[in-house]
């Protein structure tokens, strides 16, 4: 059936060091994907997507490229910050309109 | 601030009361989904709306559950007879959609619901 695999955490980080998450899916289809950020005591915000194939998704130093050969949407980031410190979760959404998550991978990063 | 609420906030019952959850969108949202959240886990979809019309419910929404999006703005869940296992993070969200057309989904905090 459709899924995301994202692979499990915590991952734990010094400030400044690189980030990689990696996020597979199992979907039909041309599914648009996701990543959301979910900060302690917050609600889950939106941190970029790509809807089709080879497109990169960025937002606040964070990158995701649209893989269809791989059916991969990996998360990386050059240098994380404390504040990065966060459960971050990969989606995506097909003909349908509803999101499907994986399970999520908690970030600390330490000074 | 416009952004999705819902309340309560937190829920706490015995097994066996009914419960009843809102959500107000952002308001020019024409759809409206709902998704629960257990501990450790991503969010689950269970229903969604597209103004006053529900036009899909995961398998995951048991005959105890309903909701309802009466005026096509805000929505309510409701869950009879709860079990220890519907406790869980209740999310809403929100989003301006077409066919076709996939838009950004705005989540509200949640309603944390422990049943005893």
């Known amino acids: 059936g459709n899924s995301v695999t994202q692979m499990e955490g915590p991952v734990t980080l010094s400030e400044e060091a690189f980030l990689t998450i990696n996020c597979t899916y199992t979907?039909?289809?041309?599914?648009?994907l996701f990543w959301y950020v979910q900060y302690p005591g917050e609600g889950l915000q939106l941190l970029l997507k790509?809807?089709?194939?080879?497109d990169k998704g960025s937002n606040k130093g964070f990158e995701a490229t649209y893989r269809k050969e791989t059916t991969s949407f990996h998360l990386e980031k050059g240098s994380v910050q404390v504040s990065d410190s966060a459960v971050y979760f990969c989606?995506?959404?097909?003909?349908?309109?509803?999101?499907?998550f994986g399970t999520g991978t908690r970030l600390q990063v330490t000074l | 601030d416009t952004g999705v609420s819902q309340n309560p906030r937190h829920k706490i019952t015995k097994r066996g009361q009914n419960v009843t959850f809102r959500c107000d969108p952002i308001?020019?949202?024409?759809?409206l989904y709902w998704y629960r959240q257990t501990l450790g886990q991503g969010p689950e979809f269970l229903t969604y709306?597209?103004?006053?019309?529900?036009?899909?419910k995961s398998r995951l929404l048991s005959d105890r559950f309903s909701a309802e999006r009466p005026k096509g703005s805000f929505s309510t869940l409701e869950i009879q007879r709860t079990e220890q296992g519907d406790s869980a993070m209740y999310l809403c969200?929100?989003?301006?959609?077409?066919?076709?057309?996939?838009?950004?989904?705005?989540f509200g905090p949640g309603t944390r619901l422990t049943v005893l």
């Open positions: 969200a929100s989003s301006l959609g077409w066919r076709g057309l996939i838009n950004e989904q705005f």
């Open positions: 979907a039909t289809g041309y599914p648009s």
């Open positions: 790509a809807t089709k194939a080879d």
């Open positions: 989606a995506y959404t097909g003909t349908a309109s509803k999101l499907t």
């Open positions: 308001s020019e949202h024409n759809r």
């Open positions: 709306f597209q103004n006053e019309a529900q036009l899909e």
